[in-house]
C-alpha cells in the first residue's frame, strides 16, 4: 500500500498547520482553504474513507463530531458546516477518512 499522505502528517513525518489534538485526533488547517476558516478533522487510524467504516468504529464517529464541536467553541465560530466526501465521484482526493469543518465566508464547496 503506497504511504498514506494524512498517516504522515498524523505521525508529524509531515508538517501541517494544527488547531487541535487529541489522542484519537488530529485537526489541521487545509492547504488549500475553501472557506475564511477551513480544518480538516481527522481520526489517528487509518480508514479509507466513510464507505469502509465498521460497527467498531462507532466511538470514532463520535470523536469525530464532538471534535468539531469542540474546535468551533475554542475558534468562537459562530456557525459552520460538516462535510465527509465519499469516493472520488463525490471528490474524495485523500483516501483518509477526514471530515472538513468549513466557516466564515465559502469560496467553493470542497
Ligand atoms: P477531499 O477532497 O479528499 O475530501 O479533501 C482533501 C483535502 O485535503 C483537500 O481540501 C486538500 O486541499 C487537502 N490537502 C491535500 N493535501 C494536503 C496537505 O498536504 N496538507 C494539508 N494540510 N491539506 C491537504
Ligand atoms: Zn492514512
Known amino acids: 500500500m503506497p504511504p498514506c499522505l494524512f498517516c ?3 505521525n508529524k513525518e509531515l ?7 487529541s489522542e484519537k485526533s488530529l485537526v489541521f488547517k487545509d492547504i488549500h482553504p475553501k472557506a ?8 489517528k487510524k487509518h480508514i479509507e474513507s466513510a464507505n469502509r467504516l465498521e460497527f467498531e468504529d462507532k466511538d470514532l464517529i463520535m470523536e469525530m463530531f464532538l471534535t468539531a464541536k469542540e474546535v468551533a467553541l475554542q475558534n ?3 456557525g459552520y458546516k460538516l462535510i465527509i466526501n465519499v469516493g472520488r465521484k463525490a471528490g474524495q482526493l485523500i ?9 466564515g465566508k465559502i469560496k467553493e464547496i470542497v
Do not use: R, T, W
Not at 508538517?15 to 489534538?21: D, Q, T
Not at 475564511?36 to 481520526?43: E, G, R, S, Y
Not at 483516501?95 to 466557516?103: E, I, N
Open 8 to 10: 504522515k502528517i498524523v
Open 15 to 21: 508538517s501541517s498547520e494544527i488547531v487541535y489534538e
Open 36 to 43: 475564511d476558516f477551513h480544518v480538516l478533522i481527522v481520526p
Open 76 to 78: 468562537q465560530l459562530g
Open 95 to 103: 483516501d483518509h477518512l477526514h471530515l472538513h469543518l468549513l466557516a
